[in-house]
């Protein structure tokens, strides 16, 4: 779930404002004094809170919102806008206009500068052709830890080594003409705090170089720590934009929501974990909605739209309903749903999953049970996976010795999957059977 703590206690208050039919002044003033705490004990910087808690209260009274039929509905929807607006209301994108153009990532260290930098080059390699920039120097694995990460992703790194950071910039714009790259992604070098040294170097590269954005990147778990830096660091470089990172988690959502408002610069990305395609663009109402609770459908359809073969799901779903459903097709499923992102991430994605989720908090969608659903389905021989009826003990065994696992989670496995092929065969059929042989009974 996102923002945890503050997503659950805003949930609850307004749940409790829709339960009650008519709502009077008082109602209204005590689910505002909960919000106010939340979003307080979220490290929102208590200005900003101030502020958004009078918008809200004042188009509340205004509008005759507590006389309408729905109150707490129009409340929420109130809330909701007003949350939008406060983290910066539309998407703010990046202004890339001449060639090449160079993208400057700077930040404290172990914000998420590098895996940043790599999580950009690859969101944007579908309209640009990105060169990465090692220009970290200090750390002897800064440099070969983009060279990982680029070589991952299928794209250049540019090096020099230990040369100054200032000529490194200046040669990856030579580097990036001759090679036909349009767009030049830096990634700097940042210190443990802000200090003179770290910032008189940035602001050589930005004159050496004049990138078209200085995209600062912050740890959203540093909460008002966020906010400081993001105004430091924008008083002395001038900013363009603040990528907030480890929003994954249970990060208490402070950050995104002050930052804007604090700082007046924006938010254009998320990052939502370790691996590189972890990271969005910052859709400030797709945000207010998943802390209200109101699911976020759109990121859900465009994530899936990225991720899944249309064609290959077409395929499956014709599978799972015929007899030939089998062991390999569960497995290359799994696989699908799995590529989407973690399952507790998606979860939270689905209007109402969140509390859903909550409510369910021992049945927690168990990432390493499935990856040991895999490593069983991996250890069969393909003969097993298409027809699992002929493992016998001495399959059972190696399998389970194979995969690491016990005889008895090979049985398991085994026992779910043919009650699962049972039922999807009779959903099947039954599908059959109805006029136009329409596939689905429900
Ligand atoms: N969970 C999570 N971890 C992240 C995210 N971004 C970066 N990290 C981790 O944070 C650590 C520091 O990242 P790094 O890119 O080396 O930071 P740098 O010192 O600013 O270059 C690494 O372990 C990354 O895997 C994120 O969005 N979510
Ligand atoms: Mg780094």
């Given amino acids: ?80 806008e007003e949350m939008t607006k406060l983290m910066g209301g539309g998407v703010s994108r990046l202004e890339i206009k001449e060639t090449p153009a160079c993208i400057m990532l700077v930040g404290l260290q172990g914000s998420g500068k590098t895996t940043t930098a790599a999580k950009l080059a690859r969101h944007l390699s579908k309209q640009h052709r990105p060169l990465l920039v090692a220009a970290d120097i200090y750390r002897p694995a800064a440099v070969k830890q ?11 790194v540019f090096s020099m080594g230990e040369a100054n950071p200032v000529d490194i910039a200046r040669a990856s714009r030579e580097k990036a003409r001759k090679e036909g790259r349009d767009l030049i992604l830096l990634d700097t070098a940042g210190r443990l705090h802000i200090d003179e040294a770290m910032m008189q170097e940035l602001q050589d590269i930005k004159e050496a170089v004049k990138p078209a954005e200085i995209l600062l990147v912050v740890d959203a778990m540093t909460g008002q720590d966020a ?5 430091s660091f924008h008083e002395r470089l001038g900013i363009t934009g603040v990528i907030l990172t480890k929003v994954d988690g249970d990060t208490r959502g402070g950050a995104a929501l002050s930052v804007k408002a604090v700082t007046g610069c924006p938010i254009k990305f998320v ?13 400030p109402d797709r945000f207010a909605s998943r802390i209200l609770g109101m699911g976020d459908v759109i990121s859900l359809v465009e994530k899936a ?35 989407m992102g973690p399952l507790d991430e998606l979860l939270d994605m689905i209007p109402g999953a969140g509390k859903m989720n909550k409510a369910m908090k021992n049945i927690k969608v168990d990432e390493k049970e499935l990856s040991r659903i895999e490593a069983i389905i991996n250890s069969m021989t393909p003969g097993e996976r298409q027809n699992p009826e002929i493992i016998g003990n001495s399959r059972k065994r190696r399998i389970a010795a194979g995969s690491g696992t016990r005889v008895q989670d090979v049985n398991q496995l085994l026992k779910q999957f043919t009650q699962m092929r049972k039922m999807m065969k009779q959903f099947g059929d039954m599908g059959k059977g109805r006029r136009g042989g329409k596939k689905f009974p429900f």
């Fill in 146 to 156: 983009l060279q990982v990460l680029g070589e991952s992703l299928s794209l250049p």
């Fill in 1 to 80: 779930m996102l923002f945890p703590n503050l997503a659950n206690k805003i949930q609850d208050t307004f749940q409790r404002l829709r339960g009650k039919g008519k709502l009077t002044e008082r109602d209204l003033d005590e689910a505002l004094r909960e919000v106010r705490l939340a979003l307080l004990e979220a490290d929102v910087n208590f200005k900003v809170v101030k502020g958004f808690l009078s918008s809200v209260k004042e188009r509340s009274l205004g509008h005759e919102v507590l006389k309408s039929i729905t109150p707490g509905q129009q409340i929420v929807k109130i809330v909701h």
């Fill in 227 to 231: 906010v400081n830096i993001a105004g």
């Fill in 271 to 283: 990052g939502l974990g370790e691996k590189t395609e972890a990271f969005e663009p910052f859709h």
């Fill in 305 to 339: 739209q990225a991720t899944l073969d249309t064609e290959k799901a077409r395929e499956m779903e014709k599978k799972i309903f015929s007899k030939t459903f089998s062991l390999e097709d569960f497995k290359e499923q799994l696989q699908q749903v799995r590529s």
